[in-house]
């Protein structure tokens, strides 16, 4: 008999079989994550990355507004140790503070894509008819823009319709808070406008094919109403999936806020961003490569940590792989 079973012993002392010890798919599934040195390794990162951009204060050697002409363009070494930008400014401080932009982008557009996306989705596909032509005929609408595009055209927008306000109005209130943001709340609109378009996809195609199933046909039949049915069958078994897919798309996120950065549609000045930084430094990539590549370094490893941590979670919950 296995060593890992258990037996049942009844009241009169009788075994009555052999008992396997509890699991469920979520344990199953951090224990092959947790067998993937490339995942854990990405989520190691992702875990420094988020105490560094809590703690930026603490870390960070100086402000990252705090800057003098007289140390510009100063290379490597002991006062700045990864030297300072063409202010003056220490670029391992401002790579710190940095970090807050990014995981706030990724995470802010992920949750976004994820609530937004998996309810819309869920709804047309669990409906499915009328409702669900109408709901997709929306996406499609939607895909026909290109994404970048769109937020783009969406941030000079919000730039230009927010550049002159009057205070004590709604217009006004939106900018002080884009202002309270550094430039960041309307980044969010923009990626979250987007953001669950395609996970809406995913979503109804999943609820789809489980509608059909029969444990979904037995809570029909047993009198279930519609909404107990997609929250307590379908919703539980498309997540897994889902989870999978929005964080393979938070690199996609990352690298949307970097280019806004990079051609001005960004995060406010001071306000530090690595696709600035990169903005920034790439004019005096020659003489000073330093200012480019250390952000650009950041910006690298962050995306690769998301993308092994996802390729990991993707792996851990494929039943197939059980």
Known sequence: MNSKLKE??????????????????????????????????????????????IFAPYIAPYH???????????????????????????????IIYGTRISLSVGIIGALTSFFIGVLYGLISGYYG????????????????FPTLLLIILMMVLFKSTFAVTTPGTFVGALSDIDKAF????????????????????????????????????????????????????????????????VTLRIPRYITFEAFLSFIGLGVNPPTPSWGMMISEGYKAIRSNPHLAL???????????????????????LDPRMK
């Open 129 to 144: 008819g009328n409702i669900d032509n109408v709901m997709m005929r929306i996406v499609d609408i939607m895909y026909g």
């Open 8 to 53: 049942n012993i009844d009241a009169d002392g009788r075994v009555t079989g052999p008992e396997r010890p509890e699991t469920n798919l979520w344990k199953d599934a951090f224990r092959r994550l947790c067998k993937n040195k490339m995942s854990v390794l990405g989520g190691i990162v992702i875990i420094i990355l988020t105490i560094i951009s």
């Open 182 to 245: 550094g430039g960041l709340f309307f980044i969010f609109i923009g990626i979250g406008i987007t953001a669950w378009i395609g996970m809406a996809r995913i979503a109804r195609g999943m609820a789809l094919s489980l509608r059909e199933k029969e444990y979904v046909e037995a809570a029909r039949a047993t009198g279930n109403s519609n909404f107990k049915i997609m929250i307590k069958h379908i919703l539980p078994n498309l997540i897994g999936p889902c989870i999978v897919a």
């Open 64 to 94: 990252y507004a705090d800057g003098s002409f007289i140390h510009n363009y100063e290379k490597p070494g002991e006062k700045y140790l990864l030297g300072a930008d063409f202010m003056g400014r220490d670029i391992l401080s401002r």
């Open 294 to 316: 250390y952000p650009g370094l950041a910006l690298a490893i962050t995306m690769l940590a998301f993308n092994f941590l996802g390729d990991g979670l993707r792996d851990a």
